[in-house]
């Protein structure tokens, strides 16, 4: 059974940085796509960012560009998250996800999900 874990996440102020983690387990997700999505309090899941599982090409809302990096780790099944600059509009619930991306920036494209980590930048 595939497990991701987060871990990272906390309460910060405008302007500082997070490095978001997820970790795998139950078995190799080394060459599936796996993502970054986020959710506000009363506001739908969004597409954060993503990279591939073959080529490692990475996507990202306009929202984050220039200001998150994605990156895994295979030999260590973690995907990881920077986050520099925050703003208060960054503030949620962040899941990472897996899976095989159709279009990695659709939620549905992805198989597995997990419990997600609580970001909360104060202004």
């Known amino acids: 059974q595939v497990q991701l874990v987060e871990s990272g996440g906390g309460l910060v102020q405008t302007g500082d940085s997070l490095r978001l983690s997820c970790a795998v387990s139950?078995?190799?997700?080394?060459?599936?796509?796996m993502g970054w999505f986020r959710q506000a309090p009363g506001k739908e899941r969004e597409f954060v960012a993503a990279i591939r599982g073959i080529r490692r090409t990475t996507y990202y809302a306009d929202s984050v560009k220039g200001r998150f990096t994605i990156s895994r780790d295979n030999a260590k099944s973690t995907l990881y998250l920077q986050m520099n600059s925050l703003t208060p509009e960054d503030t949620g619930v962040y899941y990472c996800?897996?899976?095989?991306?159709?279009?990695?920036?659709?939620?549905?494209?992805?198989?597995?999900w997990g419990q997600g980590t609580q970001v909360t930048v104060s202004s």
């Open positions: 996800a897996a899976g095989t991306a159709l279009v990695v920036r659709l939620s549905s494209s992805y198989a597995y």
């Open positions: 139950g078995r190799t997700l080394s060459n599936s796509d």
